[in-house]
């Protein structure tokens, strides 16, 4: 009998805290989504104040990375790195609300030219914050949401459009929006009023990034087709890593 294969491992980045309903979810939907396909899959919560130091050597064992919800972090800089590593690394990476934040503050000073993009939770005198207050919160709300023609999120959900959860005061600000009509990270989802709530970065394998909370999906009892195409986007990482 052939060896098995050593399961896929996902780094959930961010604080985990057992009261917070995305942080509930999470784990349930990473089971829907996993138990289509016979390879294991395993998970674990890292702690951003554990991202210290050699952060690469931190995920070295990890097949994906995904920034989950709870910001502001209580290491900033370690969810940073963390999602530097993935984008410049071609690693899986998922990021939803706090991680969708972040993955934006990343690629501000990456690749925008921004010493020190600012997140307005935490710099609330920031004159142009990247994220800023949203004119209508989201905190446990849900809304309608509507795909970019031709984005590959749309076509992993299969639909022009879906009903997503959130629980966030804070988003792209208008201000930098128009800098992702340009360049490989581009919107891939708005609500009904234009506002930005989703990114995909082009020519990374699997690189997205959420305001809404596609996790909270697992507490519903329903697999989400975003989580169900990370994980296989994991599963095709780990493959490639036990075979090099």
């Known amino acids: 009998m052939a060896p098995s294969r050593p399961p896929a491992r996902i780094a959930l980045v961010g604080d985990h805290d057992p009261s917070v309903v995305a942080h509930q979810g999470i784990p349930l939907a990473l089971a829907f989504a996993g138990q289509a396909a016979g390879d294991r899959l395993d998970w674990e919560w890292l702690h951003t104040s554990t991202l210290t130091g050699d952060v690469a050597a931190r995920l070295e064992s ?7 919800p709870g910001s502001p972090y209580a290491h900033t800089e370690g969810a940073l790195a963390a999602i530097r590593l993935a984008r410049e690394g071609g690693r899986p990476f998922l990021g939803t609300c706090g991680g969708f934040q972040h993955a934006l ?8 030219g921004m010493r020190a993009p600012a997140h307005a939770e935490l710099d609330p005198a920031a004159p142009d914050p990247v994220i800023a207050p949203l004119t209508c919160g989201l905190v446990e709300q849900s809304a309608p949401i509507r795909f970019v023609t031709g984005s590959r999120l749309g076509a992993i959900y299969g639909s ?16 930098c929006a128009e800098r992702l009509a340009t360049g490989p990270l581009r919107v891939a989802a708005r609500d009904l009023a234009g506002e930005v709530r989703a990114v995909e970065l082009d020519g990374h394998p699997f690189f997205f990034a959420t305001l809404y909370q596609p996790e909270r999906s697992g507490l519903a009892g329903r ?3 975003l989580i169900a195409a990370f994980v296989d986007a994991v599963r095709v990482h780990a493959a490639a890593r036990a075979s090099s």
Do not use: K, N, Q, T
């Not at 022009?160 to 201000?175: M, N, T």
């Open 62 to 68: 990890f097949d994906g990375v995904w920034c989950v």
């Open 105 to 112: 503050l990343d690629y501000a000073a990456a690749e925008w």
């Open 160 to 175: 022009d459009d879906a009903v997503e959860g959130y629980h966030c005061r804070y988003g792209l600000s208008p201000a």
């Open 223 to 225: 697999r989400h087709p």
